[in-house]
């Protein structure tokens, strides 16, 4: 089943509204700890009444709002009262950070897709914060394929003919520009010619996975401990 995309969505970030091209939106720290939520609740409200009826959207990250004071906190309480009236539901319902004195469900994935979702949370953590997920298999999303990235080589070979080639270009039609707009474009259009026919952009060859740090090795069990320890109370 294809997805349809929705090309503008005013999403909450670190305190600023960005555009995203998305059906699926991902946020980092979608609210800061030290700000106002009221704020996040107030904007989310006029970003989700731009959607279109029946839209099937997920919301994805760390909204710093406790899910289980639902009953006890009223901002909690608005912004999950907010999120059911236009058909959100959250598909984390455990706590997705614990320490040795509290636990709180602060990260989640709400949606308005109301299929049969399978979804968790994974005890093997980075930081904090244990990883969370969604699975829908009723709906099959693309996806996104990481950007090429490419390379100049530029050995001392390559730097000697772009610097000779630099040194024996003709520079007229930059220096006697009268707008300087036209100017730099005419000299970065001359710069990456010459750059170009020396030493063209090609894929990076050399593109290797960064490997695990020994610090998170150590921090894993560390994570599962305090998960365990939760569970007994």
């Given at each position: 089943m294809s997805c349809t995309f929705y090309k503008k969505?005013?999403?909450?970030?670190?305190?600023?509204?960005t555009q995203?091209?998305?059906?699926?939106?991902?946020?980092e720290k979608i609210r800061p700890p030290n700000s106002d939520p009221s704020n996040l609740i107030q904007k989310l409200d006029l970003a989700l009444s731009s959607l279109k009826t029946n839209?099937?959207?997920?919301?994805?990250?760390?909204?710093n709002l406790d899910l289980s004071k639902a009953?006890?906190?009223?901002?909690?309480?608005?912004?999950?009262?907010?999120?059911?009236?236009?058909?959100?539901?959250p598909l984390i319902s455990q706590p997705t950070r614990v320490t040795h004195s509290s636990s709180s469900i602060i990260d989640n994935i709400f949606t308005s897709n109301l299929s049969h979702h399978i979804s968790g949370i994974l005890l093997h953590d980075f930081s904090d914060h244990f990883p969370i997920f969604a699975l829908c298999p009723n709906h099959c999303f693309p996806i996104p394929t990481a950007p090429i990235k490419l390379r100049r080589n530029l050995c001392p070979d390559s730097l000697r003919k772009i610097n000779l080639q630099l040194s024996v270009q003709d520079w007229s039609s930059v220096t006697t520009q009268d707008n300087i707009n036209t100017c730099c474009s005419t000299f970065y259009a001359i710069l990456f010619y010459i750059l170009d026919s020396v030493s063209p952009l090609l894929p990076n060859p050399n593109r290797t996975v960064q490997p695990m740090d020994d610090h998170v090795d150590v921090l894993i069990p560390f994570q599962i401990t305090l998960y365990n320890n939760y569970q007994k109370f």
């Open positions: 969505f005013s999403v909450y970030i670190e305190q600023d509204w995203v091209e998305s059906h699926f939106m991902e946020y839209s099937k959207v997920y919301l994805v990250g760390d909204f009953c006890s906190d009223k901002l909690v309480a608005s912004f999950s009262d907010l999120l059911a009236s236009f058909n959100f539901v």
